[in-house]
């Protein structure tokens, strides 16, 4: 399948053309009504928000977006226009209608088209191409489908179907603006790689938002840090992780785990990077995004781990699939078949490969299996050296898991999961696995520490202890210097692509 290119928040044609570029045209128009109002100082007061300056802000923000998305393929930008303009408009039917049947009849119709265009663009290139492999209908050779692949599509798609889904549960009431409507599903922070934003989280920020000083400071250096995961802890990993997945890499067991463990770290720093630069740049323009990742590696089970990891998507599921499935009001069984069916889901919603299925196939297995046995609610009681275990076993079985989701297929995934319990490699170690631990000490090192709340805590002691003027001085100078320090590996890097564009 093709994929197309889009313009990446860690490129240099964002950092230094399209950011500065939409920076000014939005902000610059707050500062001359400041200075036009009479006062001196354009830091007197915090807020640097007009109301009246709303609509502008909004096409600007518009725009920018629709520019965003048509930057890398310019015709697929017109399918997400051509989505926004069926969700406005079964949204306005729902809204508009009072009969149960008929209303259940529109949202029906609507989710089915859309998922319809999810469907055709996203899994029939793979269905096909299967169908031809597999010589099924008497259809034998190469696929003649190749569709191409939208970027985000699974991300707004699913924001559309949340609007749908809560306009018909009476959660938000249908948008008569398809101006608002528009910003909301095209809004270029979060449509590419998420957070999964719904309209009743932004809706009303939409209209009525009041950015500030500090809201732009807290975004920017929020940003910043989502940039640095990225170019500086997740693009390394990923030049040890694309060699041990090689497809004629010769590995010990030792070069095995440690490049799993890799890709564990370039997935976790790649995507949480991209939710923490989509969640700064939101809050630079006065909005307030949902958090997506919180620090999944210090969880203490598997159902804990999956908690903390990707929220948003999370969440969806449980709201719009596991809670109207009935959750586990029904019995076990019924309970069973409804996680069943959110795994699978997700499974299917990260891409069309037999991998991805039978990732969420993995996980379905071991978060059902924490609930069977109780552990789960035993592990979150834990305390001290108590909470070691689970945390191991957390981590093991989300490498096991990623570990599929990483191969090319099922069968280099066996060959690979294999080369981790030491058939057919060199031995349980040898030079290359000593090489690579050697020379990447160091960010293996940085790469644990980032992934756990220590800067966090370190921070919130710092704030006590010497008050919140220092504490702010140690994060701006700890930004400014991981800033220069990124740049310089954006300007230097030519491996620069978000592993979740993909989905």
């Known amino acids: 399948m093709v994929v197309t290119e889009s313009m990446v928040f860690s490129s240099t044609t964002f950092l230094f053309i399209f950011f500065p570029a939409v920076l000014a045209l939005y902000f610059i128009p707050h500062i001359l009504v400041t200075l036009f109002s009479g006062k001196k100082n354009f830091g007197e007061s915090a807020q640097i928000s007009n109301g009246r300056l709303t609509v502008y802000k909004n096409l600007i923000l518009l725009i920018a977006s629709l520019a965003f998305y048509a930057y890398g393929e310019p015709t697929l930008v017109l399918l997400m226009v051509g989505s926004i303009l069926v969700c406005y408009v079964f949204g306005r039917l729902l809204g508009s209608v009072d009969s149960p049947g008929r209303k259940k009849l529109i949202l029906v119709l609507a989710i089915g088209i859309h998922l319809g265009i999810f469907f055709i663009f996203k899994y029939l290139t793979f269905i096909m191409k299967e169908i031809y492999r597999f010589g099924l209908f008497g259809l034998e050779g190469r696929s003649p489908v190749n569709i191409m692949l939208p970027i985000g599509i699974s991300f707004y798609t699913f924001q559309i179907m949340s609007y749908l889904f809560d306009v018909y549960y009476g959660k938000v009431k249908a948008e008569k603006s398809l101006f608002v409507l528009a910003l909301y599903v095209s809004f270029f922070p979060q449509l590419i790689a998420g957070p999964i934003v719904r309209f009743t989280d932004i809706s009303r920020e939409i209209r009525e938002r009041r950015e500030s000083l500090d809201g732009v400071a807290e975004g920017l250096s929020c940003f910043i840090i989502g940039l640095a995961k990225k170019v500086l802890l997740a693009n390394f990993f990923a030049v040890i992780a694309d060699y ?196 990447a000490k160091w960010l293996f090192l940085v790469g644990i520490i980032a992934a756990t709340p220590l800067a966090t805590k370190f921070l919130k002691h710092i704030r006590t202890k010497f008050g919140d003027t220092v504490a702010s001085m140690v994060k701006m100078t700890w930004c400014a210097f991981i800033f220069v320090l990124s740049l310089i590996a954006v300007i230097s890097s030519a491996y620069n692509p978000f592993i979740y564009f993909n989905f």
């Open 244 to 439: 041990a997945f090689g497809p004629n890499t010769v590995l010990s067991v030792g070069s095995a785990w440690i490049g799993t463990i890799a890709y564990d770290f370039q997935l976790y720093f790649d995507f949480c990077g991209y939710s923490d630069m989509a969640i700064g740049l939101g809050r630079i323009f006065g909005f307030k995004f949902p958090k997506n990742f919180d620090h999944p590696f210090v969880s203490h089970s598997c159902t804990e781990f999956w908690h903390r990891w990707h929220m948003t998507l999370g969440s969806w599921f449980k709201d719009y699939v596991y809670i109207p499935l009935g959750g586990n009001r029904h019995g076990k069984a019924r309970t069973m078949f409804n996680i069943f069916m959110v795994w699978l889901l997700t499974g299917i919603w990260h891409g069309a490969n037999w991998t991805y299925l039978v990732w969420g196939m993995l996980l379905f297995v071991f978060v059902y299996a924490e609930k069977l046995t109780g552990y789960a609610k035993r592990a979150a009681t834990h305390t001290g050296l108590r909470r070691i275990p689970g945390t191991i076993m957390a981590f093991l079985s989300f490498v096991l898991a990623v570990t599929v989701f990483r191969s090319d297929s099922i069968g280099s995934a066996i060959r690979y999961l294999g080369k981790m319990v030491g058939y057919k490699t060199t031995g349980v170690w040898d030079s290359s696995a000593s090489f690579i631990l050697w020379n």
